[in-house]
């Protein structure tokens, strides 16, 4: 069975840093894309980008791009999402999913609430 | 980037009857050359995060439901929902993967009438 268990809910203030994670199972992670998604307070679903375990070859969208890093690490199939200075706007649930060509497997989210 | 519009925003459907679902995009995603629509449609229900309900514009994921189907080609695609069921209430979308940025649809909020 595909999974995808990502961390759990972070609250943070304005200028900190965080880093969340997502670790799959029940499939070969390296070989496989994984990208994430933002969906903020009641709105839609936006893709931040995407990462190849094997190699962390990191494709960003241009509106992230700058704003986060991707990583990964192999060793123990989780992917990561970085921020280096929170700012309140980055309040939203961030989804993990698996990416073969169309997203088939999501992560469960990850809650990130900034707020001083 | 290809920009994905949905309509409506809001729908609201009779149980037993049809719901349909619109997505255009700003350009085609049809890839000439192995004659496939880059198109997906998820489902997401409140506190839950989206489902993949089909992709290639029109194959069903396994465990779907068959009320559910997909059709179009090229820029103008549409999901179908027949028999509407009270567990067919969420937020649908849309969603290209032919070109990065991948872009979704702003969302269509399926109720009972």
């Known amino acids: 069975e595909v999974l995808l268990v990502q961390s759990g809910a972070e609250v943070k203030k304005p200028g900190e840093s965080l880093k969340i994670s997502c670790k799959g199972s029940?499939?070969?992670?390296?070989?496989?894309?994984i990208g994430w998604v933002r969906q903020m307070p009641g709105k839609g679903l936006e893709w931040m980008g995407s990462?190849?375990?094997?190699?962390?070859?990191?494709r960003y969208s241009p509106s992230f791009q700058d704003q986060v890093t991707i990583s990964a690490d192999k060793s123990i199939n989780t992917v990561y999402l970085h921020w280096s200075s929170l700012k309140a706007s980055d309040t939203a649930m961030y989804y993990c999913?698996?990416?073969?060509?169309?997203?088939?497997?999501w992560g469960q989210g990850t809650l990130v609430t900034v707020s001083s | 980037d290809i920009v994905m519009i949905q309509s409506p925003d809001f729908l609201a459907v009779s149980l037993g009857e049809r719901a349909t679902i619109n997505c255009k995009s700003s350009?085609?995603?049809?890839?000439?050359?192995?004659?496939?629509?880059?198109l997906s449609w998820y489902q997401q229900k409140p506190g839950q995060p989206p489902k993949l309900l089909i992709s290639?514009?029109?194959s069903r994921q396994s465990g779907v439901p068959d009320r559910f189907s997909g059709s179009g080609s090229g820029t103008d695609f549409t999901l179908t929902i027949n028999n509407l069921q009270a567990e067919d209430v969420a937020i649908y979308y849309c969603?290209?993967?032919?070109?990065?940025?991948?872009?979704f649809g702003q969302g269509t909020n399926l109720e009972i009438k």
């Open positions: 999913a698996r990416l073969e060509n169309y997203f088939d497997y």
């Open positions: 029940g499939y070969r992670f390296t070989n496989t894309w």
């Open positions: 990462i190849y375990p094997d190699d962390s070859d990191i």
């Open positions: 350009q085609s995603v049809l890839y000439i050359s192995n004659n496939k629509n880059y």
């Open positions: 290639w514009a029109s």
């Open positions: 969603q290209q993967y032919y070109h990065t940025p991948y872009t």
